[in-house]
């Protein structure tokens, strides 16, 4: 079973910063795309940042300029160093990762339990 872990969320005052880091677990044989997604209240989920195997990225209009998505194959693990926090970023912040693990046939999508942030005025 692969199970991803997210850590880093809390609160943190308009203007500041914020790393979050998910840290992806199991029999894992690959891991192609993973990213962030983030879920305010009364909102749909929406994409936050996406990074492929090849560390292209994508990124939510919204976040552009002021948040970094970077992973290390290595540890299995996706960051996002987010700056300039403002109020409108407070959601639930999820990750979200295509896993081969080893007792599958393809990639499968898996996300992980969520982390608050949330930015004060």
């Known amino acids: 079973q692969v199970q991803l872990v997210e850590s880093g969320g809390g609160l943190v005052q308009s203007g500041g910063s914020l790393s979050l880091s998910c840290a992806a677990s199991?029999?894992?044989?690959?891991?192609?795309?993973m990213g962030w997604y983030r879920q305010a209240p009364g909102k749909e989920r929406e994409l936050v940042a996406l990074?492929?195997?090849?560390?292209?990225?994508t990124y939510g209009d919204s976040v552009k300029g002021r948040f970094t998505i970077s992973r290390d194959n290595a540890k299995n693990t996706v960051y996002l160093q987010m700056n300039s926090l403002k109020t409108e970023d407070t959601a639930v912040y999820y990750c979200?990762?295509?896993?081969?693990?080893?007792?599958?046939?393809?990639?499968?999508?898996?996300w992980g339990q969520g982390t608050q942030v949330t930015v004060s005025s």
């Open positions: 979200n990762a295509d896993v081969w693990s080893s007792t599958s046939i393809r990639f499968r999508n898996y």
């Open positions: 199991g029999r894992i044989s690959s891991i192609n795309d």
């Open positions: 990074i492929n195997s090849e560390r292209s990225t």
